[in-house]
């Protein structure tokens, strides 16, 4: 994490700052669970998790950060993800994303990193499919997904997934249901699975704010 910060404070001292608050925009959010689910499993052994993000974008390019709490099996109680990417709309609403992710935990620390290309694609004016490639790069391993959202009225929308986190994993997939209770605001209930667990439930609420020009 040290090296991550140095690198980007030494890119702050040689861009004007005239420059980086052009076109900057900022957003963020929380979002809190009944159960961490991530491909097919629970990350917090079925209790909630509270989840706060941040993003800074300017002309496609981005920087996030992620957090939550989780329980795992080598002792971790907290995760920490900073992402660095590019995301851009294509035409006729194709977008695409490029992205490094380094993960850090509270006990095991900089576990694990990977990079991801993913390409959303609109079918109609309520269905949208997206698909996504990652590359686990201490692993050496990759993994894909395949997910799907079709919008029922303004404030419904039905989701669904199925990937592999690995070749040696088992196949997961997901499905759900979101409601938006004003414009900010989102529900989302859904049920995971794998081809070797039991299926899993939780209920979210999440809560987005900024996203304003600097």
């Given at each position: 994490?040290?090296?991550?910060?140095?690198?980007?404070s030494?890119?702050?001292?040689?861009?004007p700052?005239t420059?980086?608050a052009e076109?900057l925009?900022f957003?963020?959010?929380?979002?809190?669970t009944?159960?961490y689910?991530?491909?097919?499993l629970s990350?917090?052994g079925?209790s909630?998790?509270?989840?706060?993000?941040?993003?800074?974008?300017k002309n496609g390019?981005?920087?996030?950060?992620?957090?939550?709490?989780?329980k795992?099996d080598?002792?971790?109680?907290?995760?920490?993800d900073?992402a660095?990417?590019?995301?851009?709309?294509?035409?006729?609403?194709?977008?695409?994303?490029?992205?490094?992710t380094q993960h850090?935990?509270?006990?095991?620390?900089?576990a694990s990193?990977?990079?991801?290309v993913?390409?959303?694609?609109?079918?109609?004016?309520?269905?949208?499919?997206?698909?996504?490639v990652?590359?686990?790069?201490?692993?050496?391993?990759?993994g894909e997904?395949?997910?799907?959202?079709?919008v029922?009225?303004?404030a419904?929308t039905l989701h669904?997934?199925?990937g592999?986190?690995?070749?040696?994993?088992?196949?997961?997939?997901?499905?759900?249901?979101?409601?938006?209770?004003?414009?900010r605001?989102?529900?989302?209930f859904q049920v995971q699975d794998?081809?070797s667990?039991s299926p899993l439930?939780?209920l979210s609420v999440?809560?987005?704010f900024?996203d304003?020009?600097?």
């Open positions: 994490m040290k090296t991550f910060v140095a690198s980007i030494m890119i702050a001292l040689f861009v700052s420059v980086l076109d925009s957003g963020g959010g929380v979002t809190v009944s159960n689910l991530s491909d097919g990350e917090t079925n909630p998790a509270i989840q706060p993000y941040f993003e800074l974008t390019f981005y920087a996030g950060v992620w957090a939550t709490n989780l795992d080598v002792g971790n109680r907290a995760e920490l900073l660095l990417g590019y995301r851009c709309e294509i035409g006729a609403g194709l977008v695409y994303d490029l992205g490094y850090f935990y509270d006990k095991t620390h900089a990193s990977e990079l991801a993913s390409l959303g694609v609109p079918v109609s004016d309520r269905l949208s499919v997206s698909g996504e990652s590359y686990d790069l201490a692993e050496k391993t990759f997904s395949l997910g799907a959202e079709f029922l009225a303004d419904w669904a997934d199925v592999r986190a690995d070749p040696s994993a088992s196949v997961n997939w997901g499905a759900g249901v979101g409601y938006a209770l004003d414009d605001i989102t529900l989302d794998t081809a667990t439930v939780a999440n809560y987005p900024g304003a020009s600097k």
